[in-house]
């Protein structure tokens, strides 16, 4: 199974379970300041735990920086 993150394609044994669940292992302990896309679509944090993940997927994930 494979999902595109980043623009780089990843290959998993087992796609993980939902959005949640492949956030948890892409940036550990982290749902702040993050936006994520799903197929060009931006999903709320809080529909993270309910969006299911296909094969194939296009994942984009953009984490707010500081400085200027």
Sequence with gaps: ???TINHT???FAVLPENL???MA???PG???GIAVALN???IPLSAWAETTLNNRD???IIT???GG
Excluded: T
Aim: net charge positive; aromatic share 0%.
């Design 64 to 66: 707010a920086a500081q």
């Design 30 to 32: 982290k749902k702040k």
């Design 25 to 27: 292992m892409e940036l």
């Design 58 to 60: 296009s994942v984009l």
């Design 9 to 11: 394609r990843k290959i």
């Design 1 to 3: 199974m494979e999902l």
């Design 40 to 42: 060009n679509r931006i």
């Design 20 to 22: 949640e669940a492949l």
